[in-house]
């Protein structure tokens, strides 16, 4: 069987690849993909995770509960949850993004030992996730939710490294936030598992965000005439249409955080960059970009 687990960061997806996928549940189902509702896996994978008390039994426990009544026997099975790992205000220690990240998917995967585990995994500029951590924390300071970590010294290269170095043999897909407008159609097909030119409904469910309506009613309309775009020109259309139709206050991110100019928020955004350079070249890794 092929396990999926699509496991954070934090603040980069609040369940809407879920939804969207939901709209194809009939679609996935004859194709034998079950996307289990949340409810039904997350607390019990929680408990086992904490526990480290898992055997042969735990496999069984953990799939006699999955709520999919689409899908019987399943050949691929869908899970996600941003807080995999841990609570977002232990999402950062001693300069490290998810410091046990390793260790919580080894588990993971000793439950599913016997399947094939494909990793997924969004990333986004500390500039903007630090504050989303703080916002959605009772903590009032940087320093608390860090513990004391250092911006500048994050790296999520050092994250994925933990993880291909732990896990060689697991599948690592990763992608950065920012993009997920201009990739959403990739995500769900390759989350799925289904093949390039599989139709799936909630492809443009992003863009309805962030996207005025009537750039989406222009957008439907280009692409209505333009049926054989392929996936690099629709996004290319895409990125034209944002330019033009987005709504600049869903694109702007809040960034206010005591002591923090534009020079830091600068800096913090060219380590990003960089960092991302590297992930898209680590071997065994599939980056998906723009």
Known sequence: MQIVLHAGAHFTDDDRLLKSLGKNRDVLAARGVSI???????????????????????????LSDLKDPSVSEPDRIIFSNSSFFCVPRLAIRNNAYYPRGEERLQDFCSIFHSDEVEIFFAIRNPATLLPALLDGT???????????????????????????????????TVWCNEDT???????????????????????????????TVEGLERFDAYVEKHPGLTEMQKRRVIAAFLDKF???????????????TEDVVDALTDIYDEDVYEIARMPGVTFISP
């Open 138 to 172: 009772p903590d009032d300071r940087i320093d608390d939710i860090t513990g004391g970590s250092a911006p500048t010294a994050l790296r999520w290269s050092e994250m994925i490294h933990r993880v291909r170095h732990a896990l060689p043999n697991a599948s690592l």
């Open 36 to 62: 289990p509702k949340p409810r039904s896996y997350r607390n019990k994978l929680r408990g086992f995770l904490h526990d480290h008390l898992i055997d042969e039994s735990v496999r069984e426990d953990v």
């Open 181 to 211: 407008p201009l990739i959403w159609e990739q995500l769900l097909r390759e989350l799925s598992g289904v093949e390039p030119t599989q139709p799936l409904d909630g492809g443009n469910d992003l863009l309805h965000e962030i996207m």
């Open 246 to 260: 987005a709504i600049e206050e869903e694109l702007e991110e809040e960034l206010d955080i005591p002591g923090w």
